[in-house]
């Protein structure tokens, strides 16, 4: 079993920036791709950001591209998510995402584990 715990969500006026960590741990604990959600409120689930663990090649959406940056460090287990020039409709909770095959996808049915969630607000 795979556990994601993600951190550092919170407040932020827009224009601002916040960084997420995802901490990876368990039996599994490098998995071939990783990505990062969020649901607003009254929202569905969207894709926001990807990265393969082993080559760092990363997919984004088109919403944050150029502003939210998805590293990692393996050394460490963790993931990461920068978020730059917020904007208030990125306030959601944040969750990340871990897939056990190493086929980059943005479907969030096609990840097997997830982590609790942490909150972005953005006021204007």
């Known amino acids: 079993q795979v556990q994601l715990v993600e951190s550092g969500g919170g407040s932020a006026q827009a224009g601002g920036s916040l960084r997420l960590s995802c901490a990876v741990s368990?039996?599994?604990?490098?998995?071939?791709?990783m990505g990062w959600f969020r649901q607003a409120p009254g929202k569905e689930r969207e894709f926001v950001a990807a990265?393969?663990?082993?080559?760092?090649?990363?997919v984004y959406a088109d919403s944050v591209k150029g502003r939210f940056t998805i590293s990692r460090d393996s050394a460490k287990n963790t993931l990461y998510l920068l978020l730059n020039i917020l904007k208030p409709e990125d306030t959601a909770v944040y969750s990340c995402?871990?897939?056990?095959?190493?086929?980059?996808?943005?479907?969030?049915?096609?990840?097997?584990?997830w982590g609790q969630g942490t909150r972005v607000t953005v006021s204007s």
């Open positions: 368990g039996r599994l604990v490098t998995t071939p791709i």
């Open positions: 990265i393969d663990w082993i080559g760092s090649n990363t």
């Open positions: 995402a871990a897939r056990a095959t190493a086929v980059m996808t943005t479907s969030p049915n096609q990840y097997h584990y």
